[in-house]
Each structure stands twice: as C-alpha cells, then as structure tokens.
C-alpha cells in the first residue's frame, strides 16, 4: 500500500498553496490530502489534524509548510500510521518552543516588521501579511499575479498560535525530511539548519534562490522530495 500524503498549510497560505505538489503526489499514485489548519491555537490546530489521521488507514507521510511544520510535529505523537516527516520551509520546534523563538534564534527574518493586526471580540489578535509586502517578503520567486491573488486569499494566524509553545514533537521518534528555501526572509536560513540537524534528518536540502512560498514556486522540488520520503516507508 502505497503511504497516504496529508499536506498542512502553514500562516498567511492555505490549501491551495499546495495544488502544484498535490497534481504530481497524484500522479504518482497517492492518496493525498491538503488538510486544514484553522492557525488558531498550536494545541487546537494539531488536534485536528491528528483528527484527520485518525481515520486513514495504512502508512501516512505527514508534511508540514511553515507553521503547518509546528502543527505537523505535534499532531502525528501517539499515531503510529505516520511513518515519515516533510518540513517544507517549515518550523521543527522542540518541545517549548514556539515560532518567535526560532524565527529570532539567528538573523534574517523581517517578515514579522510588515504584519498587520485584526483585534477580535475574544481578546486575542488575528495576523495578516500586508499585501504591499507580501511578493518580496514571503513569495519572490512566484509571478506578481499569482502572489497577489496568495496575499488576497491568505489566512491569518492568530497570536495564540504564534505563541504557544511546542509539546513534545514526533521528530524524536519519526524519521524526517528537510527541504528549505535559501533566501527565505520569515524563517532565516541558519535556524532552517539548525532544526534539519537537530532532529537528524534523512534529508537537508537547500533551494537556491528560492522564497518562503516554496510549495507553490519550486512544486517539483518539493513533491521530489515528499516521494523519497515515501519511498522509504
């Protein structure tokens, strides 16, 4: 049986940032899946995707962009199915860490000075890329139309996510896969390193001249690398 592919999107994205990757996953005959990542709270958001793979069956890659990585490490603990890690330009934090914490871990990231903010009734606060900002710092290497139209549709994280600290991440225990872009400016290149490393990854794979937006830009890249992971399930 071939291993089913969940996909999770991370802040300022959402499922169809991965439709180039999806159509190759596909065509080489996996069940795959862009989950939805509500972006709310880390604990609320790995609980639902750990949801969701909770109801498939047989061997499951678990890939996570940005964010989708934080939420990806926490949400496959305690499913034994998920057989394989992707972090795509993604975040691999140790447990209490959270996304301030390694996006400032070393220089290079200044996509956090362009946010704008949405107070909400609750009393937390919701985040969004400002759209003026959102080619050069989160998507260079796409087209302008196709990175204006991801700044339209984006979906915004909310503090409590961006805050709460990591539980124990299923890196420890899962055999992981790295693919990060070299001249991303959210999540600098050093911590991408620093986190490949550190959770002894199968693969590290830097993207020359690639932006944060790496599902979308570098599609067959990213899709090669998930079917290597695949491949070793």
């Given at each position: 049986?071939?291993?089913?592919?969940?996909?999770?999107?991370?802040?300022?994205?959402?499922?169809?940032?991965?439709?180039?990757?999806?159509?190759?996953?596909?065509?080489?005959?996996?069940?795959?899946?862009?989950?939805?990542?509500?972006?709310?709270?880390?604990?609320?958001?790995?609980?639902?995707?750990?949801?969701?793979?909770?109801?498939?069956?047989?061997?499951?890659?678990?890939?996570?962009?940005?964010?989708?990585?934080?939420?990806?490490?926490?949400?496959?603990?305690?499913?034994?199915?998920?057989?394989?890690?992707?972090?795509?330009?993604?975040?691999?934090?140790?447990?209490?860490e959270n996304v301030p914490d390694l996006t400032g871990?070393?220089?290079?990231?200044?996509?956090?000075?362009?946010?704008?903010?949405?107070?909400?009734?609750?009393?937390?606060?919701?985040?969004?890329?400002?759209p003026e900002c959102y080619h050069e710092l989160f998507?260079?290497?796409?087209?302008?139309?196709?990175?204006?139209?991801?700044?339209?549709?984006?979906?915004?994280?909310?503090?409590?996510?961006?805050?709460?600290?990591?539980?124990?991440?299923?890196?420890?225990?899962?055999?992981?896969?790295?693919?990060?872009?070299?001249?991303?400016?959210?999540?600098?290149?050093?911590?991408?390193?620093?986190?490949?490393?550190?959770?002894?990854?199968?693969?590290?794979?830097?993207?020359?001249?690639?932006?944060?937006?790496?599902?979308?830009?570098?599609?067959?890249a990213v899709a090669d690398v998930i079917l290597r992971?695949?491949?070793?399930?």
């Amino acid at each position: 049986m071939k291993p089913t592919i969940v996909l999770v999107h991370g802040a300022f994205a959402e499922s169809a940032s991965w439709n180039g990757v999806i159509g190759r996953l596909q065509a080489a005959g996996h069940r795959t899946i862009a989950a939805g990542n509500p972006l709310r709270t880390l604990t609320g958001d790995a609980a639902a995707v750990s949801d969701l793979l909770a109801t498939i069956t047989g061997p499951i890659v678990l890939v996570g962009h940005s964010y989708g990585g934080a939420v990806a490490s926490n949400a496959a603990v305690g499913n034994d199915n998920v057989k394989a890690l992707v972090y795509v330009a993604a975040f691999a934090p140790d447990k209490g860490e959270n996304v301030p914490d390694l996006t400032g871990k070393f220089p290079g990231a200044t996509l956090g000075d362009h946010l704008y903010e949405v107070p909400l009734a609750d009393g937390t606060t919701d985040l969004y890329v400002r759209p003026e900002c959102y080619h050069e710092l989160f998507a260079a290497d796409l087209p302008f139309d196709q990175s204006d139209l991801a700044a339209a549709t984006q979906r915004p994280l909310n503090t409590n996510a961006l805050t709460e600290g990591s539980a124990e991440p299923a890196w420890k225990t899962v055999p992981s896969w790295f693919i990060f872009p070299e001249q991303d400016l959210t999540i600098p290149l050093e911590t991408f390193r620093f986190m490949a490393e550190r959770a002894n990854a199968r693969e590290s794979i830097e993207v020359s001249g690639a932006s944060h937006a790496l599902p979308a830009s570098r599609p067959q890249a990213v899709a090669d690398v998930i079917l290597r992971a695949a491949a070793a399930v």
